[in-house]
Every structure is written in C-alpha cells, then in structure tokens.
C-alpha cells in the first residue's frame, strides 16, 4: 500500500514535469501546425545552458531563467531564418523533415561542442529528499513539481487575461477568421513557438539535474510529450495538463510494477495505442487528418 | 516535388523513347558500377565500403517509396531495415540455415509484418504516421535490446559464411558487385513500377489524396502496396550491410538510420528514381573522403537539408535545374 | 418513360445531435443539367458529399447510375462514371496541364507493374491513347494552348477550367459541380457556362451554386434546400420566385 502511494506521488510528480514539455509542444501545433520534432532538442539545450551557465559562476535558481532566455534567444535565430520560411503554410511533410533535422543538427553541435558525455547538473537541492508522512520525496522532483505547477498555472492565466494570449488562442482556434479580425497571425505565430520551445528549455532546465545532461536526452521526452500531447488532443492546453498526469502515473506504476528494462517501449506502446484508438485525444477536439 | 516526366511521358517523350532511356540508364548504371569495381580494385577498404554504400542506396529507395511516392515521412522504417539485417544474423546463429535464405526470411517477414502495420497506420497521415512510425522502430529497438535470440545490447557478430550462392560476399569485390547487381535490379523494378498503374495512383494520392479518390483510387490500398513493397527492398538493404558491418545489434533500429535515408533521398532528388541512389553515394562516400567526424557529418548534411528545403523542396537537382533555366533565359536575353 | 440519374428519397444525415438533412427527395433525370441552391446552412454541401459516396447518409435510399452509393466506397462510385469537382479546386499541382490529364487517365490504365514490364508493347499504345484522350479534352476545354504551363501558376478561373478536364479524361457518365463559378469574374463565368452546356452532352450534370444568374443559365430544373429540407423543385424562374425560398432568402444572411 505504501508502495502504491509512494509510485502514484511520484507519478503525479513525474506528469508535472512531462506537462511542461507538452504544453510547448501542443502551443506550436495548436498555432503553427506543426508537430515540432525538434522539441527535444531545445529540452537538450536547456539543460545545457543551465549547466554552462552555473560553470559561468550563476546560482542554479537564477541559471533557469537566465537558460530560458538563452533557448529562446537561439529559438528566435532559428525562428526567422528557418522555421519563418520552410514551415508555415507548407505541406506537412516539409515541416516534419526540417524540425526532425534541425533536432539532428542541434544535437550533433551539442556533441561537437561540449561532448558526447553526459555532464552533471548542479543543483542546491541535490540528492536532498524529503520525508512527509511516512513517504521519501527528492527535494528536486517537489522542485519540478513546484516549479512546472506554477509557470503552467501563470501561463494559463496569462492565456485568458492578457490580449496577446487571446490571441494565442484565436489563432488556434481559427487562423483566417484571427487574419480577417485583423489579429498579426504571423507575428502571434512566432510568439507562440518561442514560448513553446522556451517551456521545453525550462523543462531542461529542470529535469536536467535529474537524468544529468546528455545530447540526447530529449528523446525520451518528447517521445513522452508526443503521447500526452495527442492523448490530450494536439493542440488543447488542458488536455496536455491532464495526459502528462495519466502518462506520469502509468509510467511509475509501469517500472515499479512491470518491468524497469521494457519501460522506454511503454511510451511507444501508448503513442500507437492512442493514435489508432483515439486519435481525436481524451478531450475529444477532433483535429485529425483522416482518409 | 516529383518529376512526373519520369511516369508520365510527356509529349515529346512517349512510350518509345522513354524505354529507350529506360535502356540507356541502365546501360550507363552497368558502366559506372563496372568501372567502379575495376578502378577500386586492389582497394579492399574502399570496395566493402562502395558495397555498403549500395545497400544503403537500396535503403534510402525503399524510404523514397514512401517519402518521394505517397509523401509521407516513414520515421520507423530502420525497423524493417533492421528486421533484414538481424533475420539472416539470427537464422545463421540459431538455426544454421545459410545466408541467402536468412535474406529471403528476412523479406518475407518484412512483407508479411508491413501488411499488419500498414493497416493499422496508413489510416493515418503526415505528421500522425511519423510518430506512429517511429515509435513501432523505438519498440522493435527496445525488444532488441530485451531479447536473448537477438543477443540483447551486444547483438549478434562472428558469421561464418556471408555468401550468395557460388559468390562470397567476404571478398570485397564480389561484395561490391553482388550489392550494385541487387541495386539495379531493383532500380529497374521501381522505374517500371513508376510507369504502372500502381505508380501513377501513387502519384496521384502523393499530390491529393482527395482528388484521386473521386478519380476512382483506392486511396488506403494503394498506400498499403506502397508499404508492403517498400518494407522487403529495407529489409534486403539491412541484409546487405552485414558484410561490412559484421556485426547486429539494437543500434541498427536506431531512427538516425531513416534520417541518414531521408538526407540522403532528399539531397539526391525525392521524385527521380536514380536521386536516392546518388544521393546515398554523396551521402556516404563523400564524409570518407573528407575524412569528416561522424557529427560533424551529420551537422553539415542536416543544415543542408534544412537549406534544401527552404530553397528547393524537390531537391538538389531542382536547384541545378532552376540554375540551368536561369542560364538559358539569360542566353536568350543576350541574344534578342 | 423518364431514366433516373439520380434517385435519393427520405436522405437523413445527422452529425452526432445536429441534423443536417431532414429527409431529403431528389430525382434526376439522365442527361439533364440540375441546380442544388439554398443558403448557408441549408444542408446542399452534404447532400453533394453524400450523392457522390464521399458522405454515406444515416438513413435513406440513393441510388446514382443505378449505384447505391451509400453501401458503396466512395472510390468505386468513381469507378462506376461519378465525376466531382471540389470547392477548394483540386489539381495536381507539380505537374503540367497536359500531365494533370494524363495523371488523371490512371482510371483507365490497364497496366500492372507485372503487365508494365512483359506487356511494353501494349503499354506503349495505351500511353498513345490517353495522349489523344488528353489532347481532346484539352481541345474541349479552351487548354491546348496551355497545355505545357505548370498548372499551379494558371489563373484561378482557368484552374477550374482544368479541374473539369482532369475528371473528363475517365469520361463520367455524371458530373457533380461544387460551386464552379465561385470567386469567377464575369468573363470567366460566361466561358465556364459555355464549357458546361457544350459537356453536358451525353451527360447529366449537377450544380451547386451561389450564383443565381448561372444556375439560370445552366438549369433545366433546380432544388431549393432550405435547413435540411426540400423546399421546391422546378424551373429556375420558379423556384426563385416560390414565397417560401424567398421568405429562406431574406431570412439569412447569404454571403459566403
């Protein structure tokens, strides 16, 4: 029974972290739509500004932000010279080749620059874990937890009260009538993929102290984002919330219950599953280009 | 993005003369392999590698049926590359059975395993398929990796006898001209295939599905050959490697496999049948030369496509192509 | 005794709760040119998708060439001598115009990958004949001269111009026309009608239209739809002049 409780909490925990990275994600397709396979890429840079900057002699908590601004930096060089011209209004298949290479670009120069090795991130809660009512809890997973818990709720809000995420959400919702309301899609465009490639970066930021840094340890991530995202609908910002939290908690009961070795292939399983049996996702936005 | 010359003779090329260039290409492919072969001899290294390079044209095809003909991006297809490559591993190891036919079980299954997949995915489209397609290769690379017939991490290595009938692969230079005859055979498969009916329907859903619905397609039937022809020409590519790999292990699933085949379709041209193969050689046989870093390699070739297709989605040759026009266009300027 | 192209009675569609047809009667007779007008809303673009086998209703019976194009997949409907044009015009854009056709000729192609290889000979005659079909239909749609343009850099009346050719080349017994003359100037209307009336021959054509002035042109007989209902059947004058389809008229807001 402690058991259960101990894997059901650090599933929950879990599906706060993978929530942040498919909450960018899901903001991308929703305005873009495009399924950005570079996603794990920016969660690798992340990771790595972070670390290079607390080398730099910045304090962990003051190397998150500071990391973000740089991934959304690099995202916004890659934003107007790449994504700008090769991915809006192109055939689809267009936008999975380029963000697929750009990921594969991001993470051989990851390689060529810092190494092929994962590197440790430094963190001041480090191995620290916390005891509360019987159960153990590492001080950096309730970190994340916090952390992830905060930024979605001020994004969330920040989506609903201020003009520019309305926006956001017109031009989801439907880009021509958000053009002909005289809304600047491409500009609210660009907006919407520097936010979701900056979540991914914080996510990094986050999770790096966790797994350490490696080129690329956003695979299994955003193998992970891709099942919340679409079992939440593509492009739903509370469905993403509500899949991370289903696919945290399958996940930790899966390794603590099933088997640890066949645990990368769960993601997988779900992705397929999902895709073939409900691919308008949980929420039921249907969004899917079917025959 | 296709060069639709290529299936559907246009005026000035009709039948006739397209077999006759159909003829000439392949006289010309006979040439350059022959003259490959010869003028590589005595460089072991370099043939086992020219034999690689082969197999791997023969994969970024079997990708290109599924990029360049239905114009989906098939993330996963390294598992049926790496279902050919382990087939024959396995079958030699376990059960003793000679390569050539752990090469045909190899296909077989491919085929067999493609019918299933493609039911369940080819429902879906773009971006949908990818992911569904990849996470099919990041479950068979998992069960690899799990396995023990399949020798867990350490895969498979130490083979007795790679050979094709009276040929044995172990010499570079049959290795070299055994993989370029499979090559080509398998470039004149696809350039009638091009010219049939099932090429033109491919064409057709490739530019839109919708319409060639109304145009009496069976759109779902002809993707689904699409994918069971293309899932035996990865697995014999996969069996193809062996001779230069010596070795199978989990890594042979890994998705940077089918981007490798992406770059290497897309540089060369996705619509033109020879464009993967040329492609696949660029892709291979120039980092050797260079002696580039394997990231390197992958860096430069990455921003190239990107470059490509920002510039020229149909590929390099659409580039050169727009170049040649230009050049002319100037001409003709000059002169009137 | 009158031979039926098209017979739909009682045609139900409903999406989840909303009905979009509320039994639906339509009888075509072979080789006419008929008009299916109504507001937004009024259920016309589904009962379309529906007569061509793309949408299969909820309940109903229709029956086009003698096909219950309900129970059968909508590209053996195409099979069968459907022919449709779309709203958004559809043409293969990488292709030529002459190419578009002789893409569009797969219909007829007789030539499996195994036929393509032992049978060139064959093959080669049957290339010649969608290359005479395609010059024909080039000719009847005013195309020849663009015959070797890229087909997406054509002005937006002439692609739908081309579109009708694409599906001339399988020679359908029956066209559907989903709004042809939309977002055409007056000259490109004009020419659009004269290439209707001159393919109708041999063939019953079906329109949905905005433009009241071509349905006019165009229509022996239209159905005025108005929210998932037939309203009245009968001449354009008529029908236009009928109280209840002007009452559905001034009722809505009808631009598109």
Known sequence: ?291 | MTDITESAPGPRARGGSASLRGAGLMALGIAAVLAAGFGLDGDPFLLNLAGYTCGFALFALSVNVMLGGLGEVPLGHCMFYGLGAYAPAMTMHHLGLPYEAGVVIGMVVAAALAAPIGWLTLHLTGAYFSIVSWGLSGVAMVTALNLDVTGGPLGLFGFSRLAVGPFDLSQPATYFFVAAAVLLAVLALLYHIRSSRFGRAMEAIRQGPHLARSLGIDVFRERLKALVLSAPIAALAGALSLPYTQIVTPEVMSVLRTVDALLAALIGGVGLIFGPAVGAVIFTILPQFLDLDPNVKVLVFSLLIILVMVAAPGGLHQLWKAAAARLTHARKGDAS | MTVWAVEAEGVQKRYGGVAALKGVDLRIPEGAIHGLIGPNGAGKSTMFDILCGITKPTSGRVSVLGMDVAAVPAHQVAQGGVGRTFQRTAIFRDGSVRENLLLASFGRMRHSVLHRILRAGTWREDMAGFESRADAVLDTCGLTALADQPAASLAYGTQRRLAVAIMLMNDPKILFLDEPVAGMNDAETAEFIALVRDIARGRTIVVVEHDMAAIGALCSEVLVMVDGLPVVSDTPERALAHPDVVAAYLGTDDDD
């Open chain 1, 1 to 291: 029974m402690d058991l259960l409780l101990q894997t059901l909490i650090n599933g929950l925990i879990l599906g706060a972290g993978y929530a942040l990275v498919a909450v960018g994600l899901t903001v991308i397709f929703g305005t873009l739509h495009i399924v950005n396979f570079a996603h794990g890429a920016f969660f690798a840079l992340g990771a790595y500004a972070t670390l290079l900057l607390e080398e730099a002699g910045f304090p962990y908590l003051l190397a998150i932000p500071a990391a973000v601004l740089c991934v959304a930096a690099i995202g916004w060089a890659l934003e107007t010279t790449i994504v700008r011209r090769a991915l809006y209004d192109q055939g689809e298949h267009g936008s999975i080749i380029v963000t697929f290479a750009l990921s594969q670009a991001i993470v051989a120069a990851i390689i060529l620059t810092v190494g092929p090795d994962p590197l440790p991130v430094p963190s001041p809660f480090g191995q620290a874990a916390v005891s509360a009512g019987g159960f153990f809890l590492s001080a950096q997973r309730l970190f994340i937890a916090a952390a992830s818990v905060a930024v979605l709720l001020g994004f969330s809000v920040w989506l609903r009260r201020t003009v520019k995420g309305q926006q956001i959400l017109a031009v989801s919702q439907n880009a021509r009538g958000a053009l002909y309301s005289g809304i600047n899609v491409p500009l609210i465009r660009s907006l919407s993929f520097l936010l979701g490639i900056s979540a991914a970066g914080l996510a990094g930021a986050l999770i790096g102290p966790m797994i350490s840094a490696f080129p690329t340890m956003g695979d299994a991530n955003v193998i992970v984002a891709f099942t919340v995202v679409i079992l939440g609908g593509l492009g739903s910002i509370g469905g993403a919330m509500l899949g991370a939290l289903v696919i945290g908690l399958g996940n930790a009961l899966f390794e603590t219950y099933v088997s640890v070795s066949w645990t990368p292939a769960l993601g997988w399983i779900l992705v397929i599953l999902v895709l073939l049996l409900r691919p308008q996702g949980l929420m039921g936005r249907a969004q899917l280009d079917r025959h």
